[in-house]
């Protein structure tokens, strides 16, 4: 069993930073892919971000391209999601999920396991 935790949501003003961190429980962090998604109010949750196990490789959705940056560190079982030039559109609740020994993924449904999820509001 995997708990993810997510922290550091906030209210922020456009173009703002903000870096969102999600602890892991278990040993299998580091053999897992971690994905970032969001859910704004009235939508359904959309894909974000996602970081390979090793770190190597990552994904990004187009909205969040070159403003938006993943990483992980598996000593302290922690990814991070670091946000820049923040946008109102960009105001949702952040989930953090993972998935175990597997390439890390756009798709929702191939995750295992979700946080709770952390709230990130850009007023204008």
């Known amino acids: 069993q995997v708990q993810l935790v997510e922290s550091g949501g906030g209210l922020v003003q456009a173009g703002d930073s903000l870096r969102l961190s999600c602890a892991s429980s278990g040993r299998t962090f580091s053999t897992n892919a971690m994905g970032w998604f969001r859910q704004a109010p009235g939508k359904e949750r959309e894909f974000a971000a996602a970081i390979s196990w090793g770190g190597d490789t990552t994904y990004y959705a187009n909205s969040v391209k070159g403003r938006f940056t993943i990483s992980r560190d598996n000593a302290k079982n922690t990814v991070y999601l670091q946000m820049r030039s923040l946008r109102p559109e960009d105001t949702a609740v952040y989930y953090c999920?993972?998935?175990?020994?597997?390439?890390?993924?756009?798709?929702?449904?191939?995750?295992?396991?979700w946080g709770q999820g952390t709230q990130v509001t850009v007023s204008s």
């Open positions: 999920a993972s998935r175990a020994g597997r390439p890390p993924s756009i798709r929702i449904y191939e995750y295992d396991y």
